[in-house]
């Protein structure tokens, strides 16, 4: 979807992705929502939460009717709204998982007097007692009254298309992230000056602190220097850059399948196929294309990262990135004599039948294609690119 791409429809025909896409526009603050029933504890991380009214004081709360957390309040009639704090990331994925039986475990937490748990370190709690009901769509819309409320110092952490963090960081990453695929995509040539001026105003970035903090960023991986009159340039890539890129990538690939795979569930499974079929369809149907050959193959990788909870490690994996470069490198003609999927498919294959010694052997093979097709596309161009 493009900035200015305009979407309508009548009642249910919009498209599903399309909607999700405009809504993760809204910056909403993150919570967790808990609440006890018969000693059982319940949570499940929300963001559609808001103040009802402040005479009486009542909160407004949207579930989704397939959560037990959604089910335990419908009988117990009592909940408390957790607003976490801007270091509570790993906490919002926690409650949010579906892996996770006891999400409780290991959790600082207290029990307030009629039996809903509270997180100790969030921001601020709101103990609530629910008085109305209403559907909407696949969720619940509690309307409840307040019974307590504490708060602490701190800054929120928020939701913003499709990330958590303080919203100022989910903005300054989204400019490094446009930054960096902007650099791999060579615009100019290796040694030649940045205009660090026009970046900023492509990226729309006010006051240019985002993009200074993204180049300076891009300077710590080598993937921008500077000339000999300390302008700043983009670096050339070698293939001993290359080849520490796709080895730091394989290295967490074989550590989630090694550490984390066991835990994954079915859904997760399920997903992980559609996805290598994705990435076939892109190399072999009569659409094929090999940027979006490029995207299905790194979204497959990162969903396998993401099996493992940690948002700090898929942030890593993400920055080891350098799909960008073969789009320029690589002609349309040429890019499926010498790219291929197999391993892809076997990794797939291997993931979703529990052989993780097969899947390691095939994340190898795949991170030894890419390094020999870098090193062939890099000598072809005089060595750097």
């Known amino acids: 979807m493009t900035a200015n791409e305009t ?28 609440t006890g029933e018969h000693g059982a504890l319940y ?47 790993d906490l919002a994925y926690r409650f949010a998982s579906k892996r996770i039986v006891d999400r409780f475990d290991g959790v600082d ?19 609530c007692e629910t008085e109305e009901l209403a559907n909407g769509g696949t969720h619940t819309v509690f309307l409840a009254r307040v019974l307590a409320a504490t708060s602490g110092e701190g800054e929120p952490l928020t939701y913003y298309r499709g990330k958590f963090g303080r919203l100022e960081r989910v903005q ?12 791999l995509s060579r615009p100019v040539a290796p040694g030649q000056p940045i205009n660090e001026a026009e970046l900023v105003l492509q990226f729309g970035d006010a006051d240019g602190a985002y993009v200074r903090n993204a180049l300076i960023r ?24 290359v080849d520490g890129f796709v080895d730091g990538r394989t290295a967490i690939l074989v550590g989630v399948l090694d550490k984390h795979m066991h835990k994954a569930t079915p859904e997760d499974l399920q997903e992980l196929r559609q996805l290598a079929g994705r990435v076939a369809a892109t190399r072999n149907g009569p659409e094929r294309s090999l940027e979006q050959f490029l995207i299905a193959a790194d979204v497959f990788h990162k969903r ?82």
């Open 218 to 241: 891009l300077m710590t991986e080598s993937l921008i220097g500077r000339d000999d009159e300390g302008r700043l340039t983009l670096s050339p890539i070698t293939a001993e850059l």
């Open 172 to 183: 300054e990453h989204e400019v490094y992230l446009a930054v960096r695929q902007w650099v």
């Open 43 to 89: 949570g499940t991380t929300a963001s559609a939460v808001s103040s009802l009214s402040m005479d009486p004081p009542m909160m407004l709360v949207c579930l989704n009717r397939s959560s037990s957390t959604h089910d335990a309040i419908k009988r117990s009639g009592v909940f408390a709204i957790n607003i976490l704090a801007e270091g509570q990331g």
């Open 109 to 127: 937490h207290s029990i307030a007097d009629n039996g809903v748990p509270v997180l100790g370190g969030s921001l601020a709690s709101i103990v």
């Open 7 to 34: 979407v309508t429809a009548q009642h249910d025909e919009i498209d599903q992705d399309v909607f999700r896409r405009v809504v993760s526009h809204f910056a909403s603050g993150v919570t967790i929502i808990t």
């Open 304 to 385: 396998i990262v993401s099996v493992a909870g940690s948002l700090p490690l898929l942030n890593a994996y993400a920055r080891l990135g350098m799909g960008g470069v073969w789009g320029r490198s690589l002609t349309d003609a040429e890019w499926t004599e010498r790219m291929r999927d197999t391993e892809l498919s076997a990794l797939a294959e291997a993931i979703v039948a529990q052989r993780y010694d097969d899947a390691r052997r095939a994340a190898y093979a795949h991170g030894d294609l890419v390094k020999d097709l870098a090193r062939s596309l890099i000598a072809e161009h005089g060595g750097a690119i």
